[in-house]
């Protein structure tokens, strides 16, 4: 993956990782991810049980970064403050193993982890600015507009993923994929130590509960 000058010159703090992984098996669950997630969850129990959630130093993170893209994060709101809220009231997503692993990393370290079919990417794949508003379908179906300015994966064909509205339908993980790209992104003042620790975390998540093996990884 490569990140387009234009984002540093745009957001100064803005910080991409990606990990290539082949060889991951997709499941529905895996016991050892089922207990990791446990052990997660009642640390940021431990954490954040008792604070307002708008209050944390990161949720504001976030929060600021989707406004200064154009996106009103009570709308749209930012990944990792969802994700928290719905760990700390046990309602945390469960889709497979793969995507799963990049779920966890996101609540787990504040950082942006999306993951991606390899075998559905054409050409390289960068993270750049949107240049011109596009509507682009979600997974969950739903079809909204990028904001100029906002933060996107693209390959040479399509947008991948939309900063403040999340992933498209074209990398969508299957029953079938084999090899992902796991994209990481932070939000100016979630530090670089964040993206190291998340990266190493989410390269131990895909080994040992995906069964994949690690082939390149990078911090741009």
Not at 60 to 75: I, V
Not at 95 to 118: F, K, M, P, Q, R
Not at 150 to 178: C, N
């Amino acid at each position: 993956m490569k990140l387009d000058p234009k984002v540093k010159e745009k957001y100064p703090e803005f910080i991409a990782g990606y990990l290539s992984v082949s060889g991951v098996t997709p499941e529905q669950t895996v016991e050892g991810l089922v207990e990791r997630k446990r052990e997660v969850f009642q640390e940021l129990r431990t954490k954040y049980g008792k604070t307002n959630t708008l209050e944390i130093p990161e949720a504001k993170a976030y929060r600021s970064f989707f406004n200064l893209m154009g996106a009103d994060p009570s709308s749209f709101r930012p990944p990792q403050e969802f994700l928290l809220k719905r760990a700390l009231d046990d309602r945390f997503p469960s889709i497979n193993n793969i995507v799963d692993c990049s779920l966890l990393v996101t609540v787990e370290h504040w950082i942006s982890a999306g993951v991606y079919d390899v075998i559905k990417i054409k050409g390289e794949p960068r993270t750049c600015l949107a240049e011109t508003p596009e509507t682009v379908e979600l997974i969950d179906g739903r079809k909204l507009v990028t904001n100029v300015g906002e933060v996107i994966l693209r390959d040479d064909t399509k947008t991948l993923s939309a900063y403040t509205l999340g992933d498209t339908k074209f990398g969508k993980i299957s029953h079938e994929t084999s090899k992902v790209l796991f994209v990481l992104w932070n939000a100016p003042g979630i530090g670089r130590d964040r993206m190291e620790a998340a990266m190493k975390s989410l390269g131990i998540y895909a080994r040992k509960y995906c069964g994949g093996h690690v082939d390149d990884s990078e911090i741009l």
